[in-house]
């Protein structure tokens, strides 16, 4: 089976059409999305449309899509909640731009079933699938998004959160763990499930040069692999900051495939005319989110 891995939209609309109509090409059997179609971008309603039309295997929450969520239900933009899940005053700003678009642009049974997303999920056999890390037994648990569950090279989440699922597994200890949130395109490989793990990684603009193409998962005895496909829509530590960036996994060969896709970024930044200050701060005083 091969599955298109996308993460970290951030209502970039026009490179998540870039990405579905490549996937589309590549013949992919089913997309997993893990997590934040909202913050950053202008476009949260029309990325929200183009992944509902492909009726996605996993949809999972992202701290920027918790933020707008829980401002669309009344918690004020203030609020520590928010403050955790988005630390930024800009993009607390951002997220209740979209809770209003929220409001305007979907039926509230829609917006019903965005909020019942969990943030990481078993998602196939010997598969988890996570936003930011499995740190809490609770999928819908704020510190699985939060800023202390970036996955990377260079932080303490993989092990943490192999400490969790070793703690919460009732079936064979999956092979293939696959997350988001760092908007980093990587891949790890542990030796094995005690520590120390480990872990080797390639990252970033090494997975696309000198030649990309799929790459083993698991090889020479690993016992597990970790995936982050890179972000669609606000890209990180690659060269080309104006493509969208994804992975399509193939569940029988156990190869992953980078892939970096070119995209109208005019219509994006044409679309992404930031509002005066003074219609945030009128925003900010109303309490009918």
């Known amino acids: 089976m091969r599955v298109a891995l996308l993460a970290d939209i951030h209502g970039n609309a026009p490179a998540l059409r870039a990405v579905l109509e490549d996937a589309k090409k590549l013949g992919v059997d089913e997309l997993w999305f893990l997590g934040d179609v909202m913050g950053y971008g202008p476009l949260p309603i029309s990325c929200i449309n183009l992944l509902d039309e492909w009726e996605p295997t996993v949809w999972l929450m992202g701290n920027h899509d918790l ?28 997220a209740l731009w979209h809770a209003k678009q929220l409001e305007a642009g979907l039926p509230a049974r829609r917006i019903q079933k965005l ?26 648990e704020a510190e699985n998004i939060g800023p202390n569950a970036y996955c990377n090279p260079w932080s303490l989440p993989p092990d943490l959160m192999l400490d969790t699922i070793l703690r ?26 005690e520590k120390p793990r480990g872990w080797e990684w390639e990252a970033g603009e090494e997975l696309y040069e000198p030649a990309g193409g799929p790459k083993a998962l698991l090889e020479n005895g690993d016992r597990l692999a ?37 995209y109208n970024r005019g219509e994006f ?6 509002m005066p200050r003074h219609l945030y701060e009128i925003l900010a005083r109303q309490h009918s989110y």
């Open 67 to 94: 933020a707008a969520l829980q401002m669309w239900k009344g918690t004020d933009v203030g609020d520590q909640a928010i403050r955790y899940l988005a630390p930024g005053e800009d993009e607390r700003l951002v």
């Open 269 to 274: 930044e044409a679309a992404k005319v930031p």
């Open 115 to 140: 909020k019942e997303c969990p943030a990481w999920q078993r998602a196939n056999a010997g598969i988890y699938a996570a936003h930011g890390a499995v740190l809490s037994a609770d999928p819908h």
């Open 168 to 193: 919460l597994h009732d079936e064979a200890l999956p092979r293939l763990i696959v997350v988001g949130h760092t908007h980093i395109p990587a891949h790890g490989r542990a030796k094995q499930w």
């Open 226 to 262: 970790m995936i982050c496909p890179g972000s669609v829509g606000v890209p990180r530590n690659v060269k080309d900051t104006n493509a969208a960036y994804y992975a399509v996994l193939e569940t029988v060969k156990w190869t992953v495939e980078f892939r970096r896709i070119p």
